[in-house]
RNA sequence: GCUCGAGUGGUGGAAUUGGUAGACACGUUGGACUUAAAAUCCAAUGGACAUUAGUCCGUAUGGGUUCAAGUCCCAUCUCGAGUACCA
């Protein structure tokens, strides 16, 4: 009987859909009541966006890891939830329907259609039933709710936690703000009670958008002209946006904005106590970039103004010689003497001007402008110029240093280029050539009270001098930015806010979702609203509490809707939550879903998700814990990134003849249209022309002759140019299909080969899978060619998980190979069509196990036990194929091996596993047999092949009793004819015995 | 520039606390079967010398520790990822 991986896939694939094999029960589903037998095991896939380009080979990789694990774990008597969903909002398909005014609900539904076909067809054990789209209105309505919830809370800093904003009305009520320790904006006014009190409404709702966990503000945003929207920090990469590379420019917008920086800190902690790669962490820890130092407070003369500085080094407070602004900063205008305001309005029109791309790629030349005015140092009370410069940036800190040059190099090169002077602070230290900011070696001089202080101490004393004067405060300073929350795109969720005298208001959750409205285009409108300001049916009747056409807004019941919509990550921030009671209409999850699930055991996905959705998330899931809805305050106890699979991309090359005169006058260059196989190309490389090579250039040479008659050539350059060539045209030895390639393209029609052996090789390189590299491998052409099962053992055979790896097609043939090798084991057990030779009943197949059989059988569970453990697949499949190699060798037919053996197979390669058990007779799905029990004893060894070496080296091997003794081994070694032979008389100085390991002679 | 990670055959990669380097595959070469091809099976395969036994060199490079180093320590080089005026 063949091993028809075709039938087979389809068959199980099949059977598990119509079984629901994968579901995973519910406390809430189970007979008794929030106490399921097993315990539950949370496996988690970052969900795909639904692309129109479909799966490639290299995307599948993280989710057959976790299948594997995940499948592994129900052998191990887990209740296993292995969810999958699509994260379905995004950009792409707005992009498509701008041009070609499809609706993106219909591309994308589309588009998972496929999708869903392709993760169906690698056998995948998803529970289905638990299944989410963030475009649906079911599933966003509750993105909807959160928001909601963020919107009616404020950051408490006493209880270091969200709270929801009637306590804080409360507070205002009895003491107004003064005694509030809350994360708000920056200027908030201060009031009493009475003042609350007798504040008109508008204006308590202005005051407490300013303490809101999500607020609206006008804040400077990154706009991206080209997309139409704003962009948060994580969504551009080196000044241009992630999706299409677009520049970004700064601009004044109203947005709403999460205010995570009020969980900085305790984003910072939590990392701590999770098991995550230690790159994503040290990501998260330099994207919340926590810096300590102090405030200072400097006095601007003649002005009623101060300037408040950040600084690290509060220390070198006495070295400072001037201050310096962004350009952007509020006080500029203000404090700009008459003299200096040319120099000044010029210098902030020139920045202004520079994107911020320019900024960042020219980071040496050194720029700004004296405004003329000063500022008084809090202690030596000393006049100090304020200039402005676009190293300082606006939006971090206060966008104000206190320059100090003798102790930071940027503010070194800003004095010297503009001659102010640097006074030096440190002791026993030369400034004359480069700064100085070793704060270990820091010795403070000319520094008053300060003197002969090192770095820790003096910067203590600073700050409490200054805390004193009322100029200052120890200040814990972060990177992190509250992030943007709208987007001025249509694919997104809706808000559910309409506005009442341009104050926001949130729509009760009773009233939820509130559904994307049909607009007739995708583009802004012209009066450069939103996508959704094209809507005609989006305006709130709060006395129907639903949707109404625009024309009924009577500003008195029925009032206008928000026009942007919600950012991606909206929707991915809480989906792990989701899944665990999907369907739930009435709340977001049951408390008895949620308090069996708490968290995701484990987590798969791409290292490119660090500082968006993986940071975004925790914070969610921070206020979701901080309010009750959820009992861990991190939602994913382990996360590992898989690595990307790079594709093989294959050449060919052409050469071109380039004719000079002398040295350097080029006559002419000739393309040769002849493609020369790879070891010619590689022998040019290294200056040598083979004879082929050489027909080709004295034919471009005798034409060019023939055309321009003789003359002396006394320098031909070789010019060598690769070109792609789409990898289906080359077999496994890399050999080019030669008919096809001139069938490509209409111009290679007629090319003609120089070839080796009457085959032509082509040149490999390992770059990125893309379409345009023609170098994509689709997993449909894999499962059909040899199967879901080869493909999901050779993804895993490539390597580390974590390591990024090139993809060849070539190699599947040995995954391929150990399943054919594995099938004809269990041959003698098949019904019916057995081969002639092995034409038996199963009760004849079946003998007892030998002791050779045990041990390989039992290694081999040792080994891929503790590889799965450890998420080390590629080695277990080594093993397998071990295994299966010396099952093979011992003949052997033993159902129970076999038996045990496709339980370890079966979460690798899952359809074949499930096949070979039905056939020795079982009729339950195999995911539900229990993983085989390791049993050492079957391992115990009465000898050892000792190695023998000489000097650290390993000349030859002896078979010895393990329980022999030292003494003993090194009689028997030292007696024998090879140990003579190698010692040649000598007497060994030394001879290192480790009983079990090895024999060392040294000497 | 800074931070982190990695360098092992022609290729992907093994090597658990320092203890037989190159497991397992791919590819290559030779052989069997076949009219032929495919498939399958068998054998060889780090390099150099040695036609037998065997010897020497080999885990990016140079040092060091050790009876013993791919593994530990120091320095250097190369590649990859992240980050980039963060005061």
């Known amino acids: 009987m063949q091993y028809n991986f075709n039938e087979i896939e389809a068959k199980w694939?099949?059977?598990?859909?119509?079984?629901?094999?994968?579901?995973?029960?519910?406390?809430?589903?189970?007979?008794?009541?929030?106490?399921?037998?097993?315990?539950?095991f949370y496996v988690l896939d970052m969900f795909p966006y639904p692309s129109g380009a479909g799966l490639h080979v290299g995307h599948p990789l993280g989710y057959i890891a976790s299948d594997i694990y995940a499948r592994y774990k129900r052998h191990k008597g887990f209740n296993v939830m292995h969810p999958q969903g699509y994260d379905s909002f995004g950009l792409p398909a707005e992009q498509y329907a701008i041009q070609t005014g499809q609706h993106p609900a219909i591309t994308t539904a589309e588009n998972i259609k496929t999708y869903r076909r392709q993760l169906d067809q690698i056998g995948f054990s998803f529970d289905w039933s638990r299944e989410v789209r963030t475009s649906d209105p079911k599933y966003y309505k509750w993105t909807q709710w959160i928001f909601i919830q963020i919107f009616n809370s404020w950051y408490n800093k006493e209880t270091d936690k969200a709270e929801d904003i009637e306590t804080l009305i409360a507070a205002f009520e009895k003491d107004g703000n003064t005694a509030v320790n809350a994360v708000c904006d920056d200027a908030i006014e201060t009031f009493s009670a009475a003042d609350w009190n007798s504040f008109s409404d508008k204006r308590k709702q202005e005051v407490l958008l300013q303490y809101r966990l999500t607020y609206l503000a006008e804040t400077e945003v990154n706009w991206c002209p080209a997309l139409g929207t704003v962009l948060a920090n994580d969504e551009i990469v080196n000044g241009v946006s992630e999706r299409g590379g677009h520049p970004v420019v700064r601009k004044k917008m109203t947005q709403w904005s999460m205010r995570i920086s009020a969980y900085a800190q305790r984003l910072l902690d939590g990392l701590e106590k999770i098991d995550w790669p230690q790159p994503l962490k040290d990501s998260q820890t330099n994207w919340i970039g926590r810096s300590q130092g102090a405030s200072a407070v400097f006095n601007v003369n003649e002005h009623d103004a101060v300037i408040d500085v950040f600084t690290t080094r509060p220390d070198t407070i006495f070295g400072v010689s001037f201050m310096?602004?962004?350009?952007?900063?509020?006080?500029?205008?203000?404090?700009?003497?008459?003299?200096?305001?040319?120099?000044?309005?010029?210098?902030?029109?020139?920045?202004?001007?520079?994107?911020?791309?320019?900024?960042?790629?020219?980071?040496?030349?050194?720029?700004?402008?004296?405004?003329?005015?000063?500022?008084?140092?809090?202690?030596?009370?000393?006049?100090?110029?304020i200039w402005i410069g676009d190293y300082v940036l606006a939006g971090y800190g206060t966008g104000a240093v206190m320059s100090v040059p003798c102790g930071d190099q940027r503010d070194y090169d800003f004095a010297k280029h503009f001659n102010i002077p640097i006074p030096n602070i440190f002791e026993g230290v030369d400034i004359s050539e480069e700064a100085f900011a070793d704060k270990g070696k820091t010795v403070i001089a000319n520094s008053d009270f300060l003197n002969g202080l090192p770095y820790k101490k003096a910067m203590k004393l600073a700050i409490y001098e200054l805390e004193k004067l009322g100029?200052?405060?120890?200040?814990?300073?972060?990177?992190?930015?509250?992030?943007?929350?709208?987007?001025?795109?249509?694919?997104?969720?809706p808000f559910p806010v309409y506005y009442v005298d341009g104050m926001p208001q949130m729509i009760a959750p009773e009233h939820l979702p509130i559904a994307l409205p049909e607009v007739e285009k995708y583009l802004p409108t012209e009066t450069g609203e939103p996508p959704l300001g094209n809507a005609e049916v989006w305006a709130w009747d709060t006395v129907a509490n639903k949707v109404v056409n625009n024309s009924e807004i009577n500003n008195n019941t029925v009032w206008p809707l928000e026009l942007n919509t919600m950012p991606g990550w909206a929707g991915s921030s809480q989906y792990f939550n989701r899944y665990m009671d999907p369907t739930n209409e009435e709340e977001i999850f049951s408390k008895e879903a949620m308090n069996y699930w708490q968290d995701v055991d484990l987590y798969i996905g791409g290292s490119e998700h660090a500082t968006g959705h993986l940071l975004y998330s925790r914070f969610w899931q921070k206020f979701m814990f901080d309010k009750g809805f959820v009992p861990k305050d991190e939602f994913a106890k382990k996360l590992i990134n898989q690595g990307m699979i790079t594709g093989t991309s294959a050449f060919v090359y052409t050469l071109s003849i380039e004719l000079k005169d002398g040295e350097s006058t080029t006559l002419y260059t000739e393309p040769t249209f002849h493609y020369f196989t790879k070891s010619l190309i590689d022998k040019l490389e290294n200056q040598e022309i083979d004879p082929a090579v050489q027909k080709v250039i004295d034919q471009v040479v005798d034409k060019y002759k023939e055309q321009w008659g003789e003359k002396t050539y006394w320098n031909k350059n070789i010019n060598i140019h690769k070109t792609h060539v789409d990898i289906s045209m080359v077999n496994s030895s890399d050999e080019l299909n030669m008919d096809a390639f001139q069938k490509w393209r209409p111009e290679n029609e007629g090319v003609t080969f120089v070839v080796e052996n009457g085959k032509y090789i082509v040149g490999r390189e390992v770059e990125k899978m893309s379409k345009s590299k023609y170098n994509v491998v689709n997993p449909d052409e894999i499962c059909e060619e040899y199967g879901a099962d080869s493909l999901r053992l050779y993804e895993m055979f490539l390597g580390p998980l974590e390591q990024s790896k090139p993809w060849n097609t070539a190699g599947i043939t040995g995954t391929h190979g150990f399943l054919k090798k594995l099938w004809r084991l269990y041959v003698p057990f098949m019904d019916g069509s057995l081969s002639e030779?092995?034409?038996?009943?199963?009760?004849?197949?079946?003998?007892?196990?030998?002791?050779?059989?045990?041990?390989?059988?039992?290694?081999?569970?040792?080994?891929?036990?503790?590889?799965?453990?450890?998420?080390?697949?590629?080695?277990?499949?080594?093993?397998?194929?071990?295994?299966?190699?010396?099952?093979?060798?011992?003949?052997?037919?033993?159902?129970?091996?076999?038996?045990?053996?496709?339980?370890?197979?079966?979460?690798?390669?899952?359809?074949?596993?499930?096949?070979?058990?039905?056939?020795?007779?079982?009729?339950?799905?195999?995911?539900?047999?229990?993983?085989?029990?390791?049993?050492?004893?079957?391992?115990?060894?009465?000898?050892?092949?000792?190695?023998?070496?000489f000097n650290g080296k390993m000349r030859f091997k002896l078979e010895l009793p393990l329980d022999m003794s030292k003494d003993q081994i090194e009689e028997v070694v030292m007696a024998h004819e090879k140990t003579q032979q190698q010692l040649q008389g000598r007497t060994p100085k030394k001879v290192i015995i480790v009983p079990g390991k090895i024999v060392n002679i040294v000497g």
């Open 324 to 385: 310096t602004l962004a350009p952007e900063h509020d006080l500029v205008s203000q404090i700009t003497t008459p003299e200096q305001k040319a120099e000044v309005e010029a210098y902030i029109e020139a920045t202004a001007k520079r994107s911020e791309r320019d900024r960042m790629a020219d980071v040496k030349t050194i720029s700004g402008a004296f405004t003329g005015a000063y500022a008084e140092h809090p202690f030596s009370k000393e006049p100090i110029p």
């Open 13 to 40: 694939q099949k059977y598990w859909a119509e079984n629901q094999t994968f579901k995973a029960d519910n406390p809430a589903q189970s007979k008794v009541e929030g106490n399921i037998e097993k315990p539950k």
């Open 837 to 949: 030779d092995t034409e038996r009943s199963r009760s004849e197949a079946e003998v007892k196990p030998t002791k050779d059989n045990l041990k390989t059988l039992h290694k081999t569970i040792k080994k891929v036990e503790e590889d799965i453990e450890n998420f080390s697949f590629n080695t277990s499949v080594s093993t397998f194929m071990i295994c299966v190699n010396e099952l093979s060798t011992q003949k052997c037919t033993s159902k129970e091996i076999l038996e045990a053996l496709a339980i370890l197979v079966s979460p690798y390669a899952p359809h074949i596993a499930e096949e070979l058990w039905s056939q020795l007779g079982n009729s339950k799905s195999i995911s539900t047999a229990p993983f085989p029990a390791f049993d050492a004893s079957y391992l115990v060894e009465s000898s050892k092949e000792y190695p023998i070496s």
């Open 471 to 493: 100029q200052g405060e120890g200040k814990i300073n972060y990177r992190l930015r509250d992030a943007v929350f709208s987007r001025q795109r249509y694919w997104g969720e």
